[in-house]
Structure formats: C-alpha cells, structure tokens
C-alpha cells in the first residue's frame, strides 16, 4: 500500500511538471499582434492588423467535425509538408470560422513570414492568404471548447453587442490557444468584426 502510495504521488508530481511546461511553452509561443482598442467588463474590442496565414476549407458544419481534421492538415503543413521541407513555428492562436456554407481553419503564420517567403504547401487544399485590417469584439472563456460552449458564448457575446449598439459584420469566430494535453490555463476566445470609429 505504501508503495502504492509513493508512485501515485511521483506520477501526480510529474503531471504537474508537465503541466507547467505546457503553460510555459504556451506562454512562449508567439501570439498573433493586436492592439486593445475598450476592455468592457464581458468583452473587448480589438484591432489586428493584416496577417499572414495558412488555411483549410471545409464542409464540416461542428467544431467537433472541424477541429481534428483541419488541425492535422495544417500541422502537416509547418511540420515540413511544404516544398521546402521547412520547419515552420507554431504560434497562437488557431482562427476558426465554422458556419453553413464554408467553414475554415487556420493557422497564423510568424511575423517573419509573408505570402511572398513563405514555402509553398505540398497539400493543395492548403491555400496563404492575407488578412484584413480589423476591429472584432472578443469574448473569452476557460477550459475545453465544444460546440455547446461556443453556441453559448457566441449568444452572449452577440447579446452584449446588441445592448451596446454594436454593428457586427459576418460570421462569429473561434479563436484557440492552447495544445490538447493542456488542461489547466487554457484560453478560449470568440469573436465577430464589427463596425467602429476610434
């Protein structure tokens, strides 16, 4: 029994360990640029300027269809699945745009990258584009994204708009943070363009 004991403390020590790696990690990992426009007590508004990225279409109509599929794709991708066998960082967070027509996936590219240096994908269904320039709303909120908590707060972040005033452009969007095996400090993020004059 004492034995027993001894290594279910030593396996919780190492999961800690883990743990706290990955939030390090997490937090080392570049993160797509904006600047904080208003932090209301529920929402922020946001500018981000133009980026770089690579993505996937889909007809998949849940994030549960979505996320597993174009995650491999795009993975594949910077993990040197391009014509130059390159290496490419991951960085945060991944975009995704899941509705009844065309739903995306995508991966912002890093800041040293453009359209123009980036190696071309080996996967043809993996397109670069360029972003626009873009005020967005933002809702964050913990733990495991699924389809029923993005429904929620995509509610709660369109109801808060529609008491402010808001004008929201287009669809409603997941922004993803952390890697699966991170369980503790995990960022989950939705959010809409929206009108706004500074």
Known sequence: MKVLKIILFLFFCLFLIFQSYMIMATNRTEQQKYNLIQKDKDFEIRFY???TFAT???DAKTYKELSYPGFRKLAGYIFGGNEANA???MTSPVHMD???SVSTMSFVMPSIYNKTNLPKPKDSNIRIV???DEYVAVIRFGGYANDKELKFYKEKLKDLLSKKGIKTLGHYRYLGYNPPYQIFGRRNEI???VEWKE
């Open 98 to 100: 899941v509705n009844d």
């Open 87 to 89: 290496q490419i960082s």
């Open 191 to 193: 959010i809409v363009s």
């Open 56 to 58: 996937i279409e889909s």
């Open 130 to 132: 360029m972003s626009q």
């Open 49 to 51: 300027p133009a980026s």
